[in-house]
T-cell receptor, first 113, second 112 residues
């Protein structure tokens, strides 16, 4: 059974048109992460939630926002996508306090036209 | 974010040989390290992890070595199989513990 689910798997948007990517988890993990991964590059951490507390990385552009309405769901909002935002977006979860790694979803590939 | 780098961007090995993938990390405060395998079109998959109070940890066909003196991490894969072909990333947790920063990645190709 899928534990970290990302929808959609592929998303096409237009330059400047807001887009939302979603992530849900069945693990009841308290920490959730969003990463951006461009072709042939490593995943880059954008931000994470520790419970309801939002933690932004210093170099994450303001164009990227996130919402976590409850433990299970987390959304990535890109307010005005540019061509440079085309990438794979990965969601991950982790149970803080346990010696456990992150569990990743399959990712959403975003194409900006 | 933290800086975690790899020495070799690509690695080709013969099936059945052992593979060694290296990683250098920059934050001496990191106390938890993970190796991930990522196949094309998929999210990273956990392989093995190690805490900074250890210098070696073994799993099934995989071993991670940690050298804190030189801030170096390696992943050894025994008897490499075609199914091991993927990109391998190391990651460190940096300061604070909840963030995870990835290294550059090494693309492993196993030649049958």
């Amino acid at each position: 059974d899928a534990m970290v689910i990302q929808n959609p798997r592929y998303q096409v948007t237009q330059f400047g048109k807001p887009v939302t990517l979603s992530c849900s988890q069945t693990l009841n993990h308290n920490v959730m992460y969003w990463y951006q991964q461009k072709s042939s590059q490593a995943p880059k951490l954008l931000f994470h939630y520790y419970d309801k507390d939002f933690n932004n990385e210093a170099d994450t552009p303001d164009n990227f926002q996130s919402r976590r309405p409850n433990t299970s769901f987390c959304f990535l909002d890109i307010r005005s996508p540019g061509l440079g935002d085309a990438a794979m977006y990965l969601c991950a979860t982790r149970k803080e306090g346990a010696v456990e790694t992150q569990y990743f979803g399959p990712g959403t590939r975003l194409l900006v036209l | 974010g933290e800086s975690v780098g790899l020495h070799l961007p690509t690695l080709s090995v013969q099936e059945g040989d052992n593979s060694i993938i290296n990683c250098a990390y920059s934050n001496s405060a990191s106390d938890y390290f993970i190796w991930y395998k990522q196949e094309s079109g998929k999210g990273p998959q956990f392989i093995i992890d190690i805490r900074s109070n250890m210098d070696k940890r073994q799993g099934q066909r995989v071993t991670v070595l940690l050298n804190k003196t030189v801030k170096h991490l390696s992943l050894q894969i025994a008897a490499t199989q075609p199914g091991d072909s993927a990109v391998y990333f190391c990651a460190e947790n940096g300061v604070g513990g909840n963030q995870f920063y990835f290294g550059t990645g090494t693309s492993l190709t196993v030649i049958p």
